[in-house]
């Protein structure tokens, strides 16, 4: 069965500062990968996702992720932070080889930006 | 376009009560996904209906079921509830069953079970 691990449930970090979201997969085989928010008392909102081709993916509101095979990740960067992305950022992965389309999730990272 | 809705936003029950769910997807999306979001356990995979059918299930016990019906909304039955199942409730739908196809998610089913 895969897995998704999450490092850090909480990150606070400066208004302008770089966010890093760590997110590391297993899988036998590279599995599409995706990146959530979700806002407090809301849904998910998917931030980016990687399917195949290029490894750096850009989403939306200015955040980034790249697809590392030999490290098994896919950590979501945004190079400054502000009071907006303050919410809870979840990754996700859709196992190719797995009976069903179904999304397996990490435990999550609640983003704190200090102004 | 409107996104998936879900009804009702919040629901009180209590022990042993049954509850029903409701989801519409968004237009033309033919897959419904279900997943709970309970307090430390994380966003779990619940139920995938895909043209009507029930295509795979998460680790949860009968009592959870639900169903697709021909206009591709969904509704999610929890029968005998528990405390545990207090939880957020996300529906969401995608356009084909690929599993490259993002999922789109709804704000959620707030359940509280006293």
């Known amino acids: ?115 | 376009e409107a996104g998936v809705t879900q009804s009702p936003t919040h629901l009180i029950k209590t022990r042993g009560q049954q509850v029903t769910l409701r989801c519409s997807p968004i237009s033309g999306h033919t897959s419904v996904y279900w997943y709970q979001q309970a307090l430390g356990l994380g966003l779990q995979f619940l139920l995938w209906y895909d043209e009507g059918e029930e295509r795979n299930r998460g680790n949860f016990p009968p009592r959870f079921s639900g169903r697709q019906f021909p206009n591709y909304s969904s509704e999610l039955n929890v029968n005998a509830l528990e405390l545990e199942d207090s939880a957020l409730y996300l529906c969401a739908s995608s356009f084909s069953r690929s599993s490259y196809n993002e999922q789109f998610f709804g704000p959620g089913t707030r359940l509280t079970v006293l």
């Not at chain 1, 928010?37 to 850009?58: D, E, I, R």
């Not at chain 1, 790249?66 to 190079?79: A, I, Q």
Request: glycine share 8%; aromatic share 12%; proline share 4%.
């Open chain 1, 1 to 115: 069965a895969q897995s998704v691990t999450q490092l850090g449930s909480h990150v606070s970090v400066s208004e302008g500062a770089l966010v890093l979201l760590r997110c590391n997969y297993s899988s036998s085989v590279p599995p599409y990968l995706f990146w959530y928010v979700q806002y407090p008392n809301q849904g998910l909102q998917l931030l980016l996702k990687y399917t195949t081709g290029a490894t750096l993916v850009k989403g939306i509101n200015g955040f980034e992720a790249e697809f590392k095979k030999s490290e098994t990740s896919f950590h979501l960067t945004k190079p400054s932070a502000h009071m907006s992305d303050a919410a809870e950022y979840f990754c996700a992965v859709s196992d190719l080889k797995a009976a069903g389309n179904k999304l397996t999730f990490g435990g999550g990272t609640r983003v704190l930006v200090k102004p």
